[in-house]
């Protein structure tokens, strides 16, 4: 069976984490992100710019202060890489997660305008202080990843991939041979008869066949599927209990 967890920030993390790219400050958003930590969700994914900056309210209202197997990532510097910007995106952050401290925070986009080093001081500043624990790299080649790593220690990527979406095959192996967590957005995606024949047989739904084959793909992976409903909240997470046969896992592959 695939490794159920996986190491960040000196944590042990379950393999399927919760997407909020959706989510809205709401009651009943708000009981939903309640509910996914006590099914046992331990990471936690979001964005500054996510549905207007309510994502990141929500799961402050929700949950702050955040437990010690709780891990809130979040990300900024979407549109610029400018120093500026950025610190004060996270400082923004910082106010609406109600927290001092943000367990994993990402650069959304590598800004070509900028200098990657000049766009990651002030997150390496705040690393330094104790105030961001990890940092981590969105939409990046293995290059970017290297030049991140000579600015401030990178310890989760995030990049698209899926059974349909398969372009980030170096990244991934890449991140599984340095240690560094590769986080899939959109890892839903694709899939086909083949997917429902195999989900068919072995009692399962094609989501979870698909979350299987990621987390089999890779010991470094942890797939961040996005709901807003807590039975398919509990669907992804009963995946980590799914093992896929050679034999399907390399029909998929």
Not at 93 to 122: C, G, K, N
Not at 132 to 150: A, H
Request: glycine residues 8%.
């Amino acid at each position: 069976m695939a490794k159920q967890t996986v190491a960040l920030g000196g944590r042990e993390l379950k393999r399927v984490g919760l997407g909020t790219n959706r989510l809205t400050n709401t009651a009943e958003n708000r009981a939903f992100q309640q509910a996914a930590v006590e099914a046992g969700v331990q990471m936690i994914d979001t964005a500054h710019l996510y549905s207007n900056g309510e994502s990141e309210v929500t799961i402050g209202a929700a949950l702050a202060p955040f437990g010690e197997d709780v891990v809130v990532a979040t990300k900024g510097g979407y549109n610029t890489g400018d120093p500026d910007t950025i610190r004060a995106e996270i400082e923004q952050s910082f106010e609406r997660l109600r927290t001092d401290a943000i367990d994993l925070w990402y650069l959304h986009r590598v800004d070509a305008r900028v200098p990657l080093a000049e766009t990651l001081a002030p997150v390496a500043e705040l690393h330094a202080a104790g105030r961001i624990r990890s940092v981590g790299l969105s939409q990046v080649d293995v290059q970017q990843i290297l030049l991140g790593r000579s600015v401030v220690p990178i310890a989760a990527v995030q990049h698209e991939y899926s059974l349909q979406a398969r372009e980030n095959d170096e990244v991934v192996d890449f991140c599984a041979d340095e240690g560094i967590v590769f986080v899939p957005f959109f890892p839903l995606r694709g899939g086909g008869k083949k997917v429902d024949e195999i989900a068919e047989r072995i009692g399962a739904t094609p989501q979870q066949v698909k979350v299987a084959w990621l987390l089999r793909r890779s010991e470094a992976m942890l797939p961040i599927p996005g709901t807003l409903d807590l039975e398919h909240l509990e669907l992804n997470l009963a995946a980590l209990e799914l093992e896929l046969s050679d034999e399907d896992y390399e029909a998929l592959t």
